[in-house]
């Protein structure tokens, strides 16, 4: 299992810094394409790692060949699904943004005006709408949004998981 354990850990992260790295030289409109990519990239270099990388094969195997391998792989899957999480709630995260353009100002601070002239709150619905809109989650019929069949399910899968979770929706945080 350690075996299977620092496998995931180096491919992974040699994996994540190489697409990182790439995305900051060619940026790619769709990241989550790039990486669901690279991550099909990476999976074969899981293997080879776990077969012939120095100083893994020096690790005596206390299982099965197989189940080092088995937890090699499920390990980069799992580090893969926490780094698209990463990236979706820390990289595009409003109150992180607004924290690094606050950084940003010049002089040090910013008034509530030059924040709120980076934020069109109208174009940003627009925006969404928009994108929901081309990937079939809504359509506009009589001048009022309307949820499709993909949409209704996703929808009702978010109050699942909010009731669930017991999470709180975003006017009702503080």
């Known amino acids: ?4 354990l620092l496998t995931a850990v180096i491919v992974t992260a040699t994996w994540i810094t190489i697409q990182i ?6 940026p790619l409109a769709n990241r989550f394409k790039a990486m669901c990519l690279g ?4 999976l074969p270099f899981v293997y080879m790692a776990y077969q012939w990388m120095p100083g893994l094969t020096t690790i005596p195997l206390h299982e099965p060949w197989g189940i080092g391998l088995f937890f090699a792989y499920f390990l980069h899957l799992l580090f893969f699904l926490l780094y698209v999480e990463c990236f979706y709630h820390v990289e595009r995260s409003v109150t992180l943004r607004f924290l690094v353009e606050i950084l940003q100002q010049s002089p040090p601070g910013a008034r509530l005006d030059q924040i709120l002239d980076n934020y069109n709150v ?4 627009h925006t969404r709408l ?8 809504i359509e506009c019929k009589d001048a009022r ?7 209704g399910r ?5 109050r699942i ?4 979770y017991q999470s709180a929706g975003q006017a009702d945080r503080l």
């Open 122 to 125: 109208e174009s940003m619905i």
């Open 39 to 42: 991550y099909c990239i990476s």
């Open 130 to 137: 928009a994108a929901l809109e081309k990937n079939n989650f």
């Open 145 to 151: 949004w309307r949820l499709k069949p993909k949409g």
């Open 161 to 164: 998981s909010a009731w669930i």
């Open 154 to 158: 996703l929808a009702k899968l978010m």
């Open 1 to 4: 299992m350690l075996r299977g």
């Open 21 to 26: 790295l790439w995305m900051h030289i060619k």
